[in-house]
């Protein structure tokens, strides 16, 4: 016979409390734990020891139940247990409500504790002086390239790439005006300005496009003026009360960005699918960038991604960015790095690093 909603809600009720109990129990233990951590002087965020807890339990998965589901609830549970331990700080571009804020919470759960910067160069230093534990922070979007205020610090930065994270981000536009034809200045982060120049030029042509260090910050000036509209996420405008006038604006679909995690030591075990970075200069000589990315072809390591910085202590010269598909212990890499070595001025590993689950915003 078919049980009643009530009967299924009453079952339901029983669950959640065993759950809610079970729960505790979970948290006592890693209050203590935490305790014998601090006692012995030991880091108190193991993240390797997460995902090996993730990827045991996700091979407990069902159809009810798939792996991300699963990883989704316990990178929360964990978050939450290991505020008990001791609260991890995380920077990242603020206030609350800015795409790398909600990018550091599908990392770190909503357990962690943001340490919410204005700048990305804030960002960075709240990590580097240990003010933070992590930084996340912007690296690259699919349709605007490289976040160069990122770039610039990365180059210099002690702090390594520890992780990496493609997160789907969906712009709205949000303001007091009545209709489009009321706007006159659109306020919002310059990436995302570009990720919807296209909408806005046929939208908005009329307008002033205003650059702002967040687009949580696009909202707040948005909100003191009718005249005036904020490109942003949803969270955004609905925590400054703005009403939307169009939504999903983006020129193009599947408008992902590429955040990444930084720390001072690296935070995961080696896999084979890792991505090592690394940055060099190449010697003023003819030839010579060209004689240093040769290297990789012939050890066999694909690149995807290389870029040019300026050198910020050399005029007019430039480092070179690069992302292989090898993790740096393999005896691949091994072997071009110590090649390279040879034929660069400088060269610095910066991480090799897993891809994070991705999600969107």
């Known amino acids: 016979m078919t049980r009643s909603i009530e009967d299924l809600r009453n079952e339901i009720d029983a669950l959640d409390d065993a759950l809610v109990e079970l729960l505790t129990q979970r948290a006592v233990c890693a209050r203590d734990i935490g305790r014998l951590k601090k006692a012995a002087s030991l880091s108190m965020h193991v993240p390797e020891r997460e995902r090996q807890v993730v990827e045991r339990l996700s091979k407990k998965a069902t159809p009810e139940l798939p792996p991300d589901a699963i990883s989704s609830v316990f990178r929360e549970i964990m978050s939450v247990c290991l505020r008990l331990e001791e609260p991890l700080r995380i920077s990242c571009l603020g206030p609350g409500t800015t795409f790398s804020h909600m990018a550091m919470q599908r990392i770190f759960g909503v357990g962690a504790v943001p340490v919410s910067e204005p700048t990305l160069d804030l960002v960075f230093d709240a990590a580097e002086r240990g003010q933070a534990h992590y930084a996340v922070v912007p690296f690259e979007n699919s349709t605007e390239g490289s976040v160069n205020a990122t770039l610039r610090r990365l180059v210099s930065t002690p702090l390594q ?45 009329h307008a002033e496009l205003r650059e702002t260090q967040s687009t949580s910050g696009a909202c707040q000036l948005a909100a003191q003026n009718p005249e005036a509209a904020a490109l942003c996420s949803v969270s955004a405008a609905l925590e400054c009360g703005l009403p939307f006038l169009a939504r999903n604006v983006h020129d193009t679909a599947g408008n992902e960005t ?83 070595a040879d034929l660069t001025a400088s060269l610095r590993v910066l991480g090799s690093y897993p891809s994070l689950p991705a999600g969107n915003l």
């Not at 520890?162 to 997160?167: M, N, R, T, Y």
């Not at 969906?170 to 296209?198: D, F, K, M, T, W």
Request: hydrophobic residues 50%; contains cysteine.
């Open 161 to 205: 790439v520890s992780a990496q994270c493609f997160l789907r981000v969906e712009h709205n536009l949000a303001s007091r005006a009545a209709s489009l034809a009321e706007v006159r200045i659109v306020y919002s982060h310059p990436q995302a300005l570009g990720q919807a120049r296209r909408w806005l030029a046929e939208h908005l042509s």
């Open 258 to 340: 590429r955040f990444l995690v930084l720390s001072p030591a690296p935070l995961f075990s080696p896999r084979e699918s890792d991505v090592t970075s690394l940055v060099f200069a190449v010697r003023d000589s003819f030839g010579s960038l060209a004689a240093a990315l040769a290297v990789f072809t012939r050890h066999g390591v694909n690149l995807r991604k290389l870029q040019s910085v300026p050198d910020a202590t050399k005029p007019w010269t430039a480092l070179f960015w690069l992302d292989a598909e090898c993790p740096a212990h393999d005896s691949r890499m091994v072997a071009a790095l110590a090649e390279l």
